[in-house]
Nanobody, 125 residues
Framework: QVQLVESGGGLVQAGGSLRLSCALS????????MGWFRQAPGKEREFVAA????????YYADSVKGRFTISRDSTKNTVYLQMNSLKPEDTAVYYC??????????????????WGQGTQVTVSS
């Protein structure tokens, strides 16, 4: 059974950094496309970042480009989201997701088959 468990969220001041982790079990992170999404109160879930199944390409929402970095560590079977220069508008519950079928496009929530429970990120001004 595939499970994704996020961690690393918390409260941080604007301009600060956080690193989110998504530990995967039941499947290897190698050769698996992974994505990060977020959902703020009263808003729809939105794409943040993704890494393709080969691990050769990464994708970012315009709102986080240059500030966030997605990466994966196959030895720890974990995907990370390094978030720098955080802004109050980054406040949301962050979810990691897994695509089992090498689907596209990676910025669409509909292609992902498994989701974590989410971790809260709050950025104070």
């Amino acid at each position: 059974q595939v499970q994704l468990v996020e961690s690393g969220g918390g409260l941080v001041q604007a301009g600060g950094s956080l690193r989110l982790s998504c530990a995967l079990s039941g499947r290897s992170v190698r050769l698996t496309a992974m994505g990060w999404f977020r959902q703020a109160p009263g808003k729809e879930r939105e794409f943040v970042a993704a890494i393709n199944w080969i691990g050769s390409s990464t994708y970012y929402a315009d709102s986080v480009k240059g500030r966030f970095t997605i990466s994966r560590d196959s030895t720890k079977n974990t995907v990370y989201l390094q978030m720098n220069s955080l802004k109050p508008e980054d406040t949301a519950v962050y979810y990691c997701a897994l695509d089992r079928d090498r689907s596209v496009p990676l910025d669409s929530a509909y292609i992902y088959d498994n989701w974590g429970q989410g971790t809260q990120v709050t950025v104070s001004s």
